[in-house]
């Protein structure tokens, strides 16, 4: 990785306020909200607390990926937050399953702004109205709820009766997608869904699979992956200059003097002509493999950017 692209990765966090419109939310009701939701998704809602969300996805029986979601739990409600795409197939699903249960569903992603509030003094500006606790990642006041992102980025839902405070911007928007390729947090899109087991998008690095809770839908699957190391695929972060790249691109890696299929586009942000990107490549990709877009004549080569966390998560146990 050269030093520029290094410069990149850290790219600097100033307050900003983003409207997250390709966010949806979903509010689940019903004396037996948790126990389905713990058949179908790959985290434990028994350790969901009163001031937490977990990340957790949705699979199909195969073990494949319909939704990456943060799931969350206020005033005896669970709520499910993710991309559009992943909330509408993975609701679909999960409608489908709980037609025997008391469960109710409900879209409010209309009663809701969805804004992403980021930057070095963003907490300090947020602590008078939700009294941010260090340990917490949830807070509620009246109708507001914050979600802690990250350590300086929140997501704020903003009941949408009230009236429009500081007006988001669609550069910060940019900025809060490459804050998210950089810290290697991914979100499915129609071109991703039903693709992926969730250790080839390091779902289990992100805390977001229990290997000792019971079974779910496609569970077997996961299982395998986690116990007899099956997984062949990781998802990588890259760098690069210009290129038209959007989800479901294929990546190629140089063999010899030839250029073969390596992988897939999962999220891609743009910025002055640089590029970041999350895409899943072989699990084994040495750091100095030259990469590029598909098709790319002028062959602008694609930098491997380190992850912020270890992959090493996938042979242990996670809570």
Same mark, same amino acid.
């Given at each position: 990785?050269?030093?520029?692209?290094?410069?990149?990765?850290?790219?600097?966090?100033?307050?900003?306020?983003?409207?997250?419109?390709?966010?949806?939310? /979903? +509010?689940?009701?019903?004396?037996?909200?948790?126990?389905?939701?713990?058949?179908?998704?790959? %985290?434990?809602? $028994?350790?969901?607390?009163? $001031?937490?969300?977990?990340? #957790?996805?949705? %699979?199909?029986?195969?073990?494949?990926?319909?939704?990456?979601?943060?799931?969350?739990?206020?005033?005896?409600?669970?709520?499910?937050?993710?991309?559009?795409?992943?909330?509408?197939?993975?609701?679909?699903?999960?409608?489908?399953?709980?037609?025997?249960?008391? *469960?109710?569903?409900?879209?409010?992603?209309?009663?809701?702004?969805?804004?992403? *509030?980021?930057?070095?003094?963003?907490?300090?500006?947020?602590?008078?109205? /939700?009294?941010?606790?260090?340990?917490? !990642?949830?807070?509620?006041?009246?109708?507001?709820?914050?979600?802690?992102?990250?350590?300086?980025? /929140?997501?704020?839902?903003?009941?949408?009766?009230?009236?429009?405070?500081?007006?988001? !911007?669609?550069?910060?928007?940019? &900025?809060?997608?490459?804050?998210?390729?950089?810290?290697?947090?991914?979100?499915?899109?129609?071109?991703?869904?039903?693709?992926?087991?969730?250790?080839?998008? !390091?779902?289990?690095?992100?805390?977001?699979?229990?290997?000792?809770?019971?079974?779910?839908?496609?569970?077997?699957?996961?299982?395998?992956? &986690?116990?007899?190391?099956? !997984?062949?695929?990781?998802?990588?972060?890259? &760098?690069?200059?210009?290129?038209?790249?959007?989800?479901?691109?294929?990546?190629?890696?140089?063999?010899?003097? $030839?250029? +073969?299929?390596?992988?897939?586009?999962? $999220?891609?942000?743009?910025?002055?002509?640089?590029? /970041?990107?999350?895409?899943?490549?072989?699990?084994?990709?040495?750091?100095?493999?030259?990469?590029?877009?598909? #098709?790319?004549?002028?062959? &602008?080569?694609?930098?491997?950017?380190?992850?912020?966390?270890?992959?090493?998560?996938?042979?242990?146990?996670?809570?």
């Amino acid at each position: 990785m050269t030093d520029d692209a290094m410069e990149l990765y850290r790219f600097p966090i100033e307050d900003e306020v983003c409207e997250l419109s390709h966010f949806s939310i /979903f +509010r689940v009701s019903g004396v037996d909200r948790k126990t389905f939701l713990q058949g179908q998704l790959t %985290c434990d809602l $028994n350790t969901l607390s009163a $001031n937490q969300w977990l990340l #957790g996805a949705r %699979c199909d029986a195969k073990g494949k990926m319909q939704g990456i979601l943060r799931i969350f739990e206020y005033q005896e409600v669970l709520y499910l937050l993710g991309s559009k795409a992943e909330l509408e197939a993975s609701i679909t699903e999960l409608k489908k399953y709980s037609i025997f249960s008391k *469960v109710e569903w409900q879209d409010i992603s209309s009663d809701y702004r969805i804004l992403g *509030v980021f930057g070095q003094s963003v907490q300090q500006r947020l602590q008078p109205q /939700f009294s941010i606790e260090p340990q917490g !990642n949830l807070f509620a006041s009246d109708d507001h709820m914050l979600l802690r992102w990250q350590e300086n980025r /929140f997501v704020l839902l903003q009941p949408s009766r009230l009236p429009i405070g500081e007006v988001p !911007n669609e550069q910060a928007l940019i &900025h809060w997608k490459i804050h998210d390729i950089q810290q290697g947090i991914p979100h499915l899109t129609s071109a991703s869904l039903n693709e992926y087991v969730p250790q080839m998008l !390091n779902l289990q690095a992100l805390g977001g699979v229990s290997f000792k809770k019971g079974c779910y839908s496609g569970q077997e699957m996961v299982a395998r992956m &986690h116990y007899l190391g099956k !997984n062949k695929k990781a998802m990588y972060i890259l &760098h690069g200059q210009s290129g038209d790249a959007e989800p479901g691109v294929v990546i190629e890696q140089a063999i010899g003097e $030839n250029w +073969r299929r390596a992988g897939h586009i999962i $999220n891609v942000a743009a910025e002055e002509k640089q590029l /970041f990107i999350l895409a899943v490549l072989p699990i084994d990709l040495e750091p100095t493999t030259q990469l590029r877009l598909k #098709g790319d004549e002028d062959e &602008h080569i694609l930098s491997i950017v380190p992850l912020p966390y270890p992959l090493k998560e996938e042979t242990k146990e996670t809570e």
